[in-house]
Nanobody, 116 residues
């Protein structure tokens, strides 16, 4: 059973930056395509970005050019660098596998709040 622990969220002003981290227990972390998701109040969880085990990345249109996903397989960690943050980025951010909308148990997430 893989456990995911997200961290790095906080309250920032519009235009600010945050770097999220997600640590996964278990050796299978490094062989999976990993993704970040987010859920804003009153909305469904949505995909943000993914990264393959080899480092190929893809982003949802609303974050392209502002967010960067990366990973350190040796540390079983995936990151999300978020620049030029907007109020509409406010959400709880989660990581999970990219397939099936996330195959592992969801972590607690990390809250990102962007003030205008």
């Amino acid at each position: 059973q893989v456990e995911l622990v997200e961290s790095g969220g906080g309250l920032v002003q519009a235009g600010g930056t945050l770097r999220l981290s997600c640590v996964g227990s278990g050796s299978i972390f490094s062989i999976n395509t990993m993704a970040w998701y987010r859920q804003a109040p009153g909305k469904q969880r949505e995909f943000v970005a993914y990264i393959t085990k080899g480092g190929y990345t893809s982003y949802t249109n609303s974050v392209k050019g502002r967010f960067t996903i990366s990973r350190d397989n040796a540390k079983s960690t995936v990151y999300l660098q978020m620049n030029s943050l907007k109020p509409e980025d406010t959400a709880v951010y989660y990581c999970n596998t990219a397939d099936s909308g996330g195959r592992w148990p969801w972590g607690q997430g990390t809250q990102v709040t962007v003030s205008s």
